[in-house]
């Protein structure tokens, strides 16, 4: 079957879905709502069998609500202008800085090299650069920044080995670890990975409240490094040891590396004080709201500040370490601000339109009444508040193996906010562990970017992703859902 026929087979279903959906009504809701859930079965089914790009189908809401008369364009346009797509799209601009300047890089390396070079702990060293660095970047930018390195270490390690220790179990732990520390590492802050930002942004629309950026790392840092602990302990003490020792060819590679690279550039340091001072700022917000009324600060405030400031900051005049495809500005004799605009076509522009997409669904069928009735029908299943959240953690982990983690975040978190108020349950304990959950996919490729992209290596074999990835979800699972359930009330002051 070519690539054609699918797509079209994915268009059909969606349709199909649609008219479905709206003649069998199986809520029995009214006209008007059962048109909004014929548009969101569309939406999901095309989102899912990825029918055409998920920023396109995103603005479906745009054309389809005024068309139907569920939502003049006037309403639906302001969802995709959410104060949230600003907080990632500061994020985003964050990120191209760091990468822009190689900041990135040589942090990994530095924490690569500080590790140790025997096979587990250079592994080690992979799942904490890896981990580190998501918290900040994106996950498909962090683990595309990793991955060429891992593949020079293998060969490194290919070329010197002398016998002892497995090599093949080292290649694949070692890519293995790359993706799903960047899945892990995205949990940890709320700007780390799509789905966190999502759920924050839903949450603060339907019940006016802010997750604020310290609350946040209060639940989810402790759990990204368990989990990350418990990632390093599975695959190479338990699944997959490669009993390699250290090797001076991998520290001299390591070292050549960071060699290269030279002294940290006046760009680099200043993009590190902005990213220092970025984070700082989300950390100590609610202090410095506290202690005067002159001006208040939000998280999405705090980004866009900061990426207006890479944008004003020059990057310096300094010419011995400058990354080899940023040339020198003649007009100025430097190299202009640390971000240019141009430097902004490598953003994911698209993950913006698909939180806007999302937010304007999630308001439509709240709207609709469709999301409180879900609720209510499943209320009758939660009598143990505990199981209740144990079950939400399985449900929203698997099925992020075959659905984009963003779509079934904002499909499914009006959906848990219904069930958590008609079960008269604070809706963060239900929604966090679900969004959490939808971040640790690690079964299939197709499951988050990184898993595809590490696949690609050849190192790994189906069979394999999905044993390790297996695991990893079941010790997920467990984490998650002790982790919410005990320490969310205390560290979140859920009532």
Known sequence: ???????????????????????????????????????????????????????????????????????????????????VIFLFMGGFMLGLA????????????????????????????????TGLLSMWLSNTATTMMMFPI????????????????????????????????????????????????????????????????????????????????????????????????????????????????GPLSTAEKRVLVIFIATAFLWITRGIINDIQNVFKLDDTIIAIMCAIALFICPAGTTKGNCPPMIKEDEDSGGFGALLEWSDTSKMAWGILLLFGGGIALAGALENAGLMQQMGKWLAQFSGNGFLLVLVITIISLFISEVMSNVAQVIVFTPVVSSLADAAGINPLLLGIPMTLAASCAGMLPMGTPPNAIVFSSGYIKLKQMVKAGFVMNIIAVILITLFCWFLLPLLMKIQ
Not at 24 to 36: E, H, K
Not at 216 to 240: D, R
């Open 1 to 83: 079957m070519t690539k054609q026929q699918r797509k079209l087979i994915a268009l059909a279903s969606g349709i199909a879905i649609s008219l479905l959906l709206y003649f069998i009504n199986p809520f029995g809701v009214g006209d008007r709502a059962s048109i909004v859930l014929a548009i969101a079965g569309l939406m999901i089914t095309w989102w899912v069998t990825e029918a055409m790009p998920m920023p396109v189908v995103a603005l479906l809401p745009l054309m389809l609500f005024p068309l139907f008369k569920i939502a003049r364009l006037e309403e639906t346009a302001p969802s995709y202008a959410n104060p």
């Open 98 to 129: 760091i990468e822009k300047w190689n900041l990135h890089r040589r942090i990994a390396l530095t924490i690569v090299r500080l590790t140790g070079t025997s096979g587990d702990k250079i592994v080690l060293g992979f799942i904490m650069a």
């Open 150 to 261: 891992a593949l020079s270490v293998i060969h490194v390690m290919k070329d010197n080995h002398q016998g002892e220790g497995n090599i093949a179990n080292f290649s694949l732990t070692i890519m293995l670890a790359i993706a799903y520390a960047a899945n892990i590492g995205g949990i940890a802050t709320k700007i780390g990975t799509p789905p966190n930002v999502a759920y924050t942004g839903i949450i603060r629309d339907r019940y006016n409240y802010e997750v604020d950026f310290v609350n946040w790392m209060l639940i989810c840092t402790p759990l990204a490094i368990m989990l990350l602990a418990f990632l390093y302990l599975t695959m190479v003490k338990w699944l997959y040891p490669n009993r390699i020792k250290s090797n001076p060819a991998t520290k001299q590679l390591l070292q050549n590396e960071l060699a290269q690279l």
